[in-house]
Nanobody, 124 residues
Framework: QVQLVESGGGLVQPGDSLRLSCAAS????????VGWFRQAPGKEREFVTA????????SYRNSVKGRFTISRDYALNMVYLLMNSMKPEDTAVYYC?????????????????WGQGTQVIVSS
């Protein structure tokens, strides 16, 4: 069993930056990939970014490339999402998710563990 807890959400203005954190605990040795997803009101959950725990390779959806950065900390079992130049369309509940497979994937059904989510609102 793996537990994931997100933190760092809040209300920001367009153009601001925000960093989300995801703390992993439990059987973390079984984790090979970690991703961030988001879900806006009335919308389907969508892929944001993912990172390979072993080699650090990353993948991003096109709309966040150049603005968002995912990173990991081996010692602390933490994954971070730095969001720069935020836009109103970034407003959503953000979830971290982990999978046992090492292939980076955007499909939520391929992830085995999920956090509770943290709310991000981008508004003037």
């Amino acid at each position: 069993q793996v537990q994931l807890v997100e933190s760092g959400g809040g209300l920001v203005q367009p153009g601001d930056s925000l960093r989300l954190s995801c703390a992993a605990s439990g059987r973390t040795f079984s984790i090979y990939g970690v991703g961030w997803f988001r879900q806006a009101p009335g919308k389907e959950r969508e892929f944001v970014t993912a990172i390979s725990w072993s080699d650090g390779s990353t993948s991003y959806r096109n709309s966040v490339k150049g603005r968002f950065t995912i990173s990991r900390d081996y010692a602390l079992n933490m994954v971070y999402l730095l969001m720069n130049s935020m836009k109103p369309e970034d407003t959503a509940v953000y979830y971290c998710a982990a999978r046992r497979g090492n292939l980076l994937t955007s499909a939520p059904e391929e992830y085995d563990y999920w956090g509770q989510g943290t709310q991000v609102i981008v508004s003037s």
